[in-house]
């Protein structure tokens, strides 16, 4: 028991260093793209100043990702158990002792047992996170749900599965996954960039093919919206600002929207641009947003 938790403190020093080293290798990566391969060619003026610029963009992105995703270390609770979670107001990054990573979106929680790692590769989930997991044949990494069950030997997915919410989406960005109903037993194995719904109310899965970005548009530091129906810009928002919208007229969900803010903009700023570019109303009620 002490053994195990002396490990997995080692296990977060370490993973505290690593996040540094792998800030080191972006940027080496970065420096090594600029380097000139094979015979010397000569830049122009403009040229090298474009290339500036992009490696410029290139590390404020990263700058970006890796600072705004807050390090937190599992807490072991009674029983045993290791848990991370986040409040609704907050993001946060850990790594399991096998070196897996998890970013963990707002009201998100995570659970392991002590066997993890040594027995099993198991992670209960309620709420959404994004998934890189550690190469292990011998031991698949699952995570868990009240509906579905994600099983993985070596990839990068993100599930969202809120407790409180009628679907679960598993979206995989590398390798490959299995993802099985808890209730029917039915499963089906997504490839790169495939998303599996798992319908609470209809006890099915259905499957499609996705053209977004190669990660979870929650772990960008901006609302990215590109002609997006209002009712998915909502269902962002809802996460976010830890709101309910209701419709009064249905019809409104269909209207399209492009923009982008700030994920730290101010509710009220946000809906006021929607509403100018839309012509909707609205009004917020304590933890409700009325649109009409």
Known sequence: MKERTKKIAEDSFASEVNLKNE?????????????????????GKYLQMAAGYAAAVLVGAALVFVFTHTRTLPEQVQGGSFIVQ?????????????????WLNKGTKIEYNQQFGIRNRNVLLN????????????????????SIDVTALG??????AYDDGNEVTTTLYTGKVNVQSTLTGY???LNPFEVAVFSKTKDKITTYVFTGPDKPVWMEPEFRFDMLPLIDI???????????????????????????FDRDE??????????????????IKNDSVIIK
């Open 23 to 43: 800030w080191n290798r972006l940027l080496g990566s970065i420096q090594k793209e600029n380097k000139p391969v094979g015979k010397t060619r000569i830049i």
């Open 86 to 102: 986040t409040d609704n107001s907050d993001r946060s990054f850990t790594q399991l002792p096998d070196g897996s990573r998890i």
């Open 127 to 146: 709420g959404e996170a994004y998934f890189e997991v550690a190469k292990n044949k011998k031991l698949a990494f699952v995570v868990k749900t009240k």
């Open 155 to 160: 990839t990068s997915f993100n599930v969202n």
């Open 187 to 189: 499963k089906t194995i």
């Open 234 to 260: 909502t269902k962002q928002l809802e996460h976010n600002y830890n709101v309910v919208f209701v419709y009064r007229n249905q019809k409104i969900k269909h209207l399209k929207f492009s923009g982008t």
């Open 266 to 283: 101010k509710l009220d700023e946000i809906l006021r641009v929607i509403k100018i570019n839309t012509n909707i109303d609205y009004a």
